[in-house]
């Protein structure tokens, strides 16, 4: 039968990629002051620059959860059509959004028995849960059933490796992503936290390296410790409005591994709401996440 895979902006991928990939997208909206926005709209462009500028200006930006409600709005069309639907949904580590889209799958199962609608959390953010829907809609190009294909992300879900720094904790404290305890690597001088998603699909401040640079390398170190088959992988690079250090780290990757490619995206306002300017990250699949 045909199906559609199935994601959310958080999973930050470019618009030429969802328009390879044939995936559609549920958009997470964001708030500045009283205006509500939203972090992805097809066909239109997101001012990153602006938004970043609001960010390092401490403008007051919230983020929102998505309803059941806005979930069956979502899918309901894909079944009308007579399409399965595999959605691959944003950590629930991080979020309560996914338990919504399983409130509105388990609806709209009653109202459509003859479809099949597999929700899978990847445990995943950023472009580390899109990077797994690139390999979704490879395995379905191959033509692996949905079955097939939510299985092989459940299996590997725990080996998409995230590494990233960031400038300033303030934000993702702020945002109840981190603890307070956590954040004190953040306060200390020229002391910048190396992190990870642990297996629970949280961020884990993982080691503090000395100054900016030192931290950039960290991460390429620690993908040198824990990736597996380089050259048969994409490796995806997302950063918080720091291009040339996303590009430092590229050629760093590029001069120790031999891979298959890469991706290089600036990280979407929900996420980086609560990441903040100068982020940097760094996905890949390994043997394990840490």
Request: net charge negative; proline share 2%; with cysteine.
């Amino acid at each position: 039968m045909s199906y559609v895979i199935l994601t959310d902006s958080s999973a930050n991928l470019t618009d030429e990629l969802i328009e390879q990939c044939g995936v559609a997208i549920i958009s997470f909206t964001f708030h500045v002051g009283d205006k509500e926005l939203k972090s992805y709209v097809k066909g239109q462009a997101t001012d990153l620059k602006q938004f970043y500028s609001m960010m390092r200006n401490k403008e007051h930006i919230t983020t929102s959860l998505v309803s059941p409600e806005a979930f069956t709005e979502f899918f309901e069309p894909f079944l009308k059509e007579g399409q399965d639907i595999l959605y691959l949904g944003f950590s629930s580590g991080l979020s309560g959004t996914y338990q919504s889209s399983t409130i509105a799958a388990d609806s709209l199962k009653e109202k459509y028995p003859e479809r099949k609608i597999i929700t899978v959390d990847s445990l995943c953010a950023c472009l580390g849960q899109g990077l797994l829907v690139y390999h979704a809609t490879e395995l379905k190009a191959e033509g692996k059933s949905i079955e097939e294909v939510a299985q092989w992300l459940t299996d590997n879900r725990l080996r998409m490796c995230h590494w990233f720094t960031c400038d300033d904790l303030f934000f993702l404290k702020r945002g109840g992503r981190i603890s307070s305890t956590s954040a004190v690597f953040g306060s200390l001088l020229q002391v910048k936290p190396v992190m990870h998603m642990d297996d629970d699909g949280k961020l884990a401040v993982v080691e503090k390296a000395r100054g900016r640079k030192q931290s950039l390398q960290a991460l390429v170190k620690h993908m040198e410790e824990t990736v597996e088959n380089p050259e048969e992988q994409m490796i995806y690079i997302a950063h918080g409005d720091c291009e040339e250090d996303a590009e430092y780290v590229r050629r760093l990757i590029l001069e120790k591994f031999s891979v298959k490619g890469t991706l290089m995206n600036c990280i979407d306002p929900v996420v980086g709401a609560h990441s903040g300017p100068g982020t940097l990250a760094i996905f890949y699949l390994g043997k394990n996440r840490y």
